[in-house]
T-cell receptor
Framework: GENVEQHPSTLSVQEGDSAVIKCTYSDSASNYFPWYKQELGKRPQLIIDIRSNVGEKKDQRIAVTLNKTAKHFSLHITETQPEDSAVYFCAASIWDTGRRALTFGSGTRLQVQP | SAVISQKPSRDICQRGTSLTIQCQVDSQVTMMFWYRQQPGQSLTLIATANQGSEATYESGFVIDKFPISRPNLTFSTLTVSNMSPEDSSIYLC???????????FGPGTRLLVL
């Protein structure tokens, strides 16, 4: 089955700096890669996703890049703000088949220092 | 996105007992999933709840321990049977959105087993 590895496990940045979280996946058939943000005591919230037919996607301060050959994808947050502090999870799935369940990475705790 | 609710939001149970968690969606959805998130950990898929047929369980999860029902396209239940302290966790249902098959999570059920 699919295996998703995520690094780093913790990340501390100064407000205004950029943050990068990286994930690798094992199943070359995976073609859908969402990122979730989970604040303490809350449900995971989808912040951005990318499908394998594109290499990059941006949404304001958030961007995701995908390298299918190397089987890795990354989350980039620019101009970080204290409210970006949370745990971020990457995930992978095969979205166009019967099995569309997500396999999650282990999570990255991002702390943005004011 | 769909509005997802779960009941109960939290519970404290005695070992050896069972708890049934409900997941209700405000619109019909094709795919529903149940995940477990142990304290400080990532999300692990328990099973895919199939409407009108038996759930599809992931490795390490069995129907006798986690029976699942899905009587229609808006509702599912997960039962945690014969509970032990190791079952203390957050249990989350997720549903697949109509557009792009993105997954959205319910608020979760926090379970503590004494």
């Amino acid at each position: 089955g699919e295996n998703v590895e995520q690094h780093p496990s913790t990340l501390s940045v100064q407000e205004g700096d950029s943050a990068v979280i990286k994930c690798t996946y094992s199943d070359s058939a995976s073609n859908y890669f969402p990122w979730y943000k989970q604040e303490l005591g809350k449900r995971p919230q989808l912040i951005i996703d990318i499908r394998s037919n594109v290499g990059e996607k941006k949404d304001q301060r958030i961007a995701v890049t995908l390298n299918k050959t190397a089987k890795h994808f990354s989350l980039h947050i620019t101009e970080t703000q204290p409210e970006d502090s949370a745990v971020y999870f990457c995930a992978a799935s095969i979205w166009d088949t019967g099995r569309r369940a997500l396999t999650f990475g282990s999570g990255t705790r991002l702390q943005v220092q004011p | 996105s769909a509005v997802i609710s779960q009941k109960p939001s939290r519970d404290i149970c005695q070992r050896g007992t069972s708890l049934t968690i409900q997941c209700q969606v405000d619109s019909q959805v094709t795919m529903m999933f149940w995940y477990r998130q142990q304290p400080g950990q990532s999300l692990t898929l328990i099973a895919t709840a199939n409407q009108g047929s038996e759930a599809t369980y992931e490795s390490g999860f069995v129907i006798d321990k986690f029976p699942i029902s899905r009587p229609n396209l808006t509702f599912s239940t997960l039962t945690v049977s014969n509970m032990s302290p190791e079952d203390s966790s957050i249990y989350l249902c997720s549903v697949e959105g109509v557009i792009g098959k993105t997954q959205y999570f319910g608020p979760g059920t926090r379970l503590l087993v004494l």
